[in-house]
């Protein structure tokens, strides 16, 4: 079965996973750390390569680890690349969206590796954060 999250289109079921994130189990791609971050804190929205968005306001960072991508310049290489001993806190999505609330933040942010690796719980994320509230 081949991996559908991203274009190197992985054959999991010869052992093949070039991210290291994702396995075959029961005829199902499934994530292997779902839901396991590195990172869950607040950013100030001018460290984030955005362009004038929303200036002088907060976001929730959310980060997890190992990447489908090899660059010669990444600064997060020590959890993107090389994430020997990467500590990690598992968090569902409805606590990551009140964390995110708690900490006066108006948007959460994907950063510290690519997001295709950790997709189905970012996506979990994002469909949590955007219902509305009670
Ligand atoms: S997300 Fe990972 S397993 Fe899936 S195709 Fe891309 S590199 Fe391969
Ligand atoms: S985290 Fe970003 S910069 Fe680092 S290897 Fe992955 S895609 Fe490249």
């Known amino acids: 079965m081949r991996c559908p999250y991203c274009e190197f289109r992985c054959e999991l079921s010869t052992g093949s996973c ?3 994130m994702y396995e075959e189990k029961d005829g199902q791609v499934v ?15 001018e460290q984030i390569p955005f362009f ?6 907060r976001f929730l960072q959310l980060g997890g ?3 489908n991508a090899r660059c010669a310049y990444c600064i997060n290489a020590n959890v ?10 598992r968090l569902l999505p409805a606590q990551i969206v009140d964390r995110a609330l708690d900490l006066g933040c108006i948007g959460i942010h994907f950063g510290i590796n690519e997001v295709t690796v950790n ?3 970012a996506l979990a994320v994002a469909r949590e954060a955007r219902k509305p509230p009670p």
Do not use: G, M
């Open 31 to 45: 994530e292997k750390y779902a839901f396991q971050w590195t990172r869950c804190d607040v950013v100030d929205v």
């Open 65 to 67: 680890f190992n990447c």
């Open 18 to 20: 070039r991210c290291q």
């Open 119 to 121: 997709l189905p719980s």
């Open 80 to 89: 993107a690349i090389r994430p020997k001993e990467v500590f990690t806190n």
């Open 52 to 57: 004038h968005v929303h200036p002088d306001s």
